[in-house]
């Protein structure tokens, strides 16, 4: 079984300031590991996603993640966020490993990120 | 862009009434995916197709049920509508080739049940 936790609820920021939103999962297979973004009335879209080899991943829009295993965190950060990223951001885990979650999504609360000019 | 859709995109409807969620995607993915939000909680699966006419229930258990006739049609039915179904319910479709795959998201159903 795999879980998903994410440590804040809500992160209110300001326009150009640098925001990370913490991620820590657990599981007891190997996991790939995901992020998606939820603007106000639309669905997911995926930011990025570490499958394997190195650590830090880059996603559209400037977002970045870093995994670490000895952590099991996979935290996004971008260095200056803009109004536009206003919206909910997910972090979500899926096994590798075959068994019965295979292919199967296991998401994440949500954080709701605010950035106020 | 991911070309999947989703009607009605709202629905408010008076318990005991009969619904269909329609799902549909252009990208002739094999697998698609019915989840379930509720505000400020996680998504939760509900229902899972890998191919037409396999369907398998979620982790989390609703009385809804689906089907998988065509490809790139998954619509999601309440036979009786009840309150604690009201909920956001988002489709979603990836390719079959491995748990890596992107699942690209539809932009979801509001059903509010009276």
């Known amino acids: 079984a795999q879980s998903v936790t994410q440590l804040d609820s809500q992160v209110p920021v300001f326009e150009e300031a640098p925001v990370e939103l913490r991620c820590n999962y657990s599981?007891?297979?190997?996991?790939?590991l995901f992020w998606y973004v939820q603007y106000p009335n639309q669905g997911l879209q995926l930011l990025l996603k570490y499958l394997s080899g190195s650590t830090l991943v880059k996603g559209i829009n400037g977002f970045e993640a870093e995994f670490n295993k000895s952590q099991t965190s996979f935290h996004l950060r971008k260095p200056s966020v803009h109004i536009s990223d206003t919206a909910e951001y997910f972090c979500a885990v899926i096994s590798n490993a075959g068994g019965t979650s295979y292919g199967k999504l296991t998401f994440g609360q949500g954080t709701i990120l605010t950035v106020h000019p | 862009e991911a070309d999947i859709y989703q009607t009605p995109r709202y629905l408010v409807i008076g318990t005991g009434k009969k619904i269909t969620l329609e799902c549909s995607q252009t990208m002739g993915h094999d697998k698609m995916y019915w989840y379930q939000q509720d505000p400020g909680m996680e998504l939760h699966l509900i229902h899972y197709?890998?191919?037409?006419?396999?369907?398998e229930k979620g982790d989390l258990s609703s009385e809804s049920t689906v089907s998988r006739i065509r490809t790139e049609h998954f619509p999601l039915t309440l036979e009786s509508a009840r309150p604690s179904h009201t909920s956001q319910y988002l489709c979603?479709?990836?390719?079959?080739?491995?748990?890596?795959?992107?699942?690209?998201f539809g932009p979801g159903t509001r059903l509010l049940v009276l």
């Open positions: 979603a479709s990836s390719e079959s080739q491995g748990a890596w795959e992107t699942q690209y």
């Open positions: 197709s890998y191919g037409v006419n396999s369907t």
């Open positions: 599981s007891s297979v190997s996991v790939y």
